[in-house]
């Protein structure tokens, strides 16, 4: 069953880009967070999509939440990811499908394509955005303008 708006955000490990075991609780709960699943690294619209984020990492920061990454690409396609355009978040590796899985996230285009969702998670947790849709860009404006009003 897909997490949804209201739902709190389960604890799991993951392994980032460097191969450092990464604890959902080390962030979730304590400051807000955008957690973008994508299908897959150096793709055009996956690479405009992390570049987009990249770009606007500093809106991010400034609203006091993280940004990572999430797609079932190894952790040395990760590291390479993250080196050639720079990214200044956390890339996690979903290999097995675990976190995709235990988030819901959809496949696409008959079941072929691992789905492009962002969530947007409060301080305490709580998913305050679920965006669905394939389209890289237009992720960035939705996850800052949640972000926004919950500072209101």
């Given at each position: ?48 999509q ?31 990811f993250?080196?050639k ?59 800052l ?8």
């Amino acid at each position: 069953m897909a997490l949804k708006i209201g739902d709190k955000i389960p604890d799991f490990k993951a392994k980032d880009a460097e191969g450092n075991t990464f604890d959902s609780e080390s962030v979730v709960g304590i400051k807000p967070v955008v957690f973008y699943f994508y299908p897959k690294d150096d793709t055009y619209v996956c690479t405009q999509q992390a570049c987009s984020f990249r770009d606007q990492y500093e809106d991010f920061t400034d609203l006091g939440a993280e940004v990572i990454g999430i797609s079932g690409d190894t952790t040395a396609s990760h590291q390479k990811f993250t080196s050639k355009y720079k990214l200044p978040f956390t890339l996690l590796s979903d290999a097995n499908k675990k976190i995709r899985n235990l988030f819901g996230v959809p496949t696409v285009l008959f079941g072929l394509l691992p789905g492009r969702v962002t969530y947007v998670v409060d301080e305490k947790g709580i998913i305050r955005l679920q965006f669905d849709n394939l389209s890289g860009k237009i992720h960035i404006e939705k996850a800052l303008d949640t972000l926004r009003k919950m500072k209101k």
